[in-house]
């Protein structure tokens, strides 16, 4: 019996030195939150700088076009609101990417950081959605007629346009059907899920400070 106690009292040592040995601490969970932080802020950064580089091809594109094409007035106004509109985006794109490479995480301030990021993230993809979901079906319907003069040759400034109406409306119409279900895969695809994983880390370092309280 005595040997039979010595054992569980020997057991018990043991067990309860493992499991110090295996314990996280506080500071320890506050790295690894700002270790997925980091991980998200630098994700993001690269999908940042491929909207970037859309934005910016679309614009040369669409300049090339414009000064290529000028015996086509309809066509060349058409690559100038390409234009027009991509602009603005580059520039906010440039803002949220400057904002990710001046941001310094720490320990320290990793609550009001997870909170901006995440506010950041919030606007940029509500933005992000509905001003597509208003160009998407512009976007179809310019595409139809660069179709018509970049594959057939066809002079946007000579088209019938009264026999054009019904297929710019489809388009219109597919282009928002289209846009909206792309839309929600592409955004949770760039921003959605870093959006999810920086929302779990603020709520995992909620958890953390009322414990330590």
Known sequence: MMKL???????????????????V???????????????????LKRNIYFELGVQVMTILVAGLGAIFFKEDPAFQALCMVVMVICLP???????????????????????????????????LTKLYFWTNM?????GLAAGQLAYLKLAKGISLSHLPWE???FRLILGFVIGAVLGYFFLRWYIRKMFGNHLKSLKGAYCELESLEVAAA
């Not at 569980?8 to 040995?21: M, N």
């Open 5 to 23: 106690d010595s054992l569980k009292d020997t057991w018990k040592v043991y067990a309860a030195q493992a499991a110090a040995a295996h314990q």
């Open 89 to 123: 985006f580059l520039g906010y794109f440039w803002a949220r990417l400057s904002y990710l490479k001046g941001l310094n995480v720490t320990t320290t301030n990793l609550r009001a950081t997870l909170g901006n990021l995440i506010e950041m993230l919030h606007g």
């Open 134 to 138: 208003l160009l998407a079906p512009i």
């Open 25 to 43: 601490t506080e500071s320890q969970i506050a790295g690894l939150l700002k270790a997925r932080t980091e991980n998200a802020v630098t994700t």
């Open 163 to 165: 026999q054009m109406y």
